[in-house]
């Protein structure tokens, strides 16, 4: 089956801190992955994906790999603001059909200045 | 901007009442879904539809139903509100050939 394991959280870090947020999945076939981040009081917004295996997401200073001899696709900043602070969500997409994207349960990151 | 409108973004209801959530596309995408967000659970997806009149049950469906007449339309109805429906929902599109989601702004649902 396809499912989404995600790191607990909440995480908080000092301004500038470096930041890892753990994904692991488990898919049938090859599945499209992204991170997706709620800012307070907002729906979710799509912060970066990648397609296929090796392949690396970026976007605002966020990178994740796409690694499937890992069954992963961790997301990192070199240096987190404070207008960071979100919950991020690592969801998978089996990309066939109507299938529901799977997520993670979400990991909340404060950063404090 | 993926074009999506969820009504009313704001909620409060009585356990026992009916309750229908809408949403509204405007870019004519044939996959919909709702959502419900719960702390400790992330999104769990309630309906999906993948056409005029074709739904189909996801996660979490007991007490729910769902309706599409017209591609731009999901309602979500909840039929006779409990407490443990209290949530936020979120309604989304798929973006077939990328398999990306497009949310909306969610609906708060408080069942008292």
């Known amino acids: 089956g396809n499912s989404v394991t995600q790191m607990e959280g909440p995480v908080t870090l000092s301004e500038e801190a470096f930041l890892t947020i753990n994904c692991t999945y488990t898919?049938?076939?090859?599945?499209?992955l992204f991170w997706y981040v709620q800012y307070p009081g907002e729906g979710l917004q799509l912060l970066l994906k990648a397609t296929k295996a090796d392949d690396k997401g970026s976007n605002k200073g966020f990178e994740a790999t796409y690694r499937k001899e890992t069954t992963s696709f961790h997301l990192e900043k070199g240096s987190v603001q404070v207008s960071d602070s979100a919950v991020y969500f690592c969801a998978l997409s089996p990309r066939d059909g109507a299938n529901n994207l799977f997520f993670g349960t979400g990991t909340r990151l404060t950063v404090i200045p | 901007d993926a074009g999506i409108t969820q009504s009313p973004r704001h909620k409060v209801t009585e356990t026992g009442t009916p309750v229908t959530l809408r949403c509204h596309q405007t870019e004519n995408h044939r996959y919909m879904y709702w959502y419900r967000q719960d702390p400790g659970h992330g999104l769990r997806l309630i309906h999906y539809s993948y056409g005029v009149k074709d739904t189909d049950k996801g996660e979490v469906s007991d007490g729910y139903s769902v309706s599409r007449s017209k591609t731009e339309d999901f309602l979500l109805t909840l039929e006779s509100a409990t407490s443990s429906q209290t949530s936020v929902y979120f309604c989304a599109i798929k973006e077939a050939s990328t398999g990306e989601l497009f949310f909306g702004e969610g609906s708060r649902l408080t069942v008292l």
């Open positions: 898919a049938t076939g090859y599945p499209s």
